[in-house]
C-alpha cells in the first residue's frame, strides 16, 4: 500500500511539473515577435517573392537577402554583379550565390538594404514591394506603396545588424552559415569594428553571431576578408 502511494504521489508530480512546463512553454510562445505576414501568406499564385537589394549588392545586401529568405520565407535574389568580397564570404561559409533575375515583373518584392527607387532595379514595380528592411536615410525618393507595408528601417551601421536582431527578437535559430554571412558583412561596413558609429549593442551582436557562424577570432577573421579583396 505503501509503495502504491507513492506511486500515486511520484504520478502526480510529474503530471504538475508537465503542466507547468506546458504553461511557461506557451506563455514564452506568445510573447515571440512575428512577422506581421509569412511570406507564404501574401504570395499569389505564380508569383515568387523576391528579396532583393541594391542593384549591385554588397556584403550587405547578399547576407541580408538569404537572412531574411531564411527567416520570412521567399527567395534570396539579386538584381546585378557582386564584388570579391561577397564570392570570398559565400566561399568561406559554403553558400550558394542568390540567384540573378533580370526581370521583376510580376514578382512580389522585399527590399534590403535600400529604400530609395532610384537604387533599385528598373524593373521593381514601388506596388510589387511588400517588405523593405534598411538602414538608410529614407531619402528624396523612398518606394511609394499603394498599401501598407512592411517597413523596419533602424539606424544601424548595416542591414544584416537589424536582421540579427529579428531573429534575436522572434527567437529564431541561426544557421551557422547565415550567422557567418551577419557577421561578416557587419565586420566590413564596420572597418573590422572599429568605425566609430558601432554601438555595444551592436558590437554584442557581432559577438553572439561569431561562435555560432565558428569564428573564434574576429579580427583574425575580418584580416583574411580584408585580403581577399586586396
Ligand atoms: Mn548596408
Not at 6 to 30: G, W, Y
Not at 56 to 75: E, N
Not at 77 to 92: H, K, M, N, P, Q
Not at 160 to 174: G, W
Request: aromatic share 8%; charged share 20%.
Amino acid at each position: 500500500m505503501r509503495l502504491y502511494n507513492r506511486l500515486v504521489i511520484a504520478f502526480l508530480c510529474i503530471f504538475i511539473i508537465s503542466l507547468l512546463l506546458n504553461l511557461a512553454h506557451n506563455t514564452s510562445s506568445n510573447n515571440k515577435y512575428e512577422f506581421p505576414y509569412k511570406v507564404e501568406s501574401i504570395k499569389r499564385k505564380n508569383h515568387d517573392f523576391y528579396w532583393v537589394g541594391q542593384i549591385h549588392p554588397d556584403i550587405d545586401g547578399i547576407a541580408s537577402v538569404i537572412a531574411a529568405a531564411h527567416l520570412y520565407g521567399g527567395t534570396p535574389s539579386r538584381a546585378g554583379t557582386t564584388d570579391a568580397e561577397v564570392e570570398f564570404v559565400l566561399d568561406y561559409f559554403d553558400v550558394e550565390m542568390p540567384q540573378l533575375v533580370e526581370n521583376f515583373h510580376d514578382a512580389l518584392i522585399g527590399l534590403v538594404d535600400v529604400n530609395q527607387t532610384t537604387q533599385i532595379h528598373q524593373t521593381i514595380e514601388p506596388s510589387s514591394v511588400k517588405a523593405i528592411i534598411d538602414h538608410h536615410a529614407l531619402g528624396k525618393n523612398p518606394v511609394h506603396t499603394p498599401d501598407a507595408v512592411f517597413i523596419e528601417v533602424r539606424p544601424r551601421t548595416s542591414t544584416a545588424v537589424i536582421i540579427a536582431e529579428q531573429f534575436i527578437l522572434a527567437d529564431k535559430t541561426i544557421p551557422k552559415p547565415i550567422a557567418g554571412l551577419l557577421v561578416s558583412a557587419i565586420l566590413s561596413t564596420t572597418d573590422l569594428l572599429k568605425s566609430p558609429m558601432l554601438t555595444d549593442k551592436e558590437r554584442r551582436i557581432a559577438d553572439i553571431l561569431a561562435p555560432i557562424a565558428g569564428i573564434k577570432d574576429l579580427e583574425v577573421y575580418g584580416a583574411k576578408m580584408q585580403e581577399a579583396v586586396q
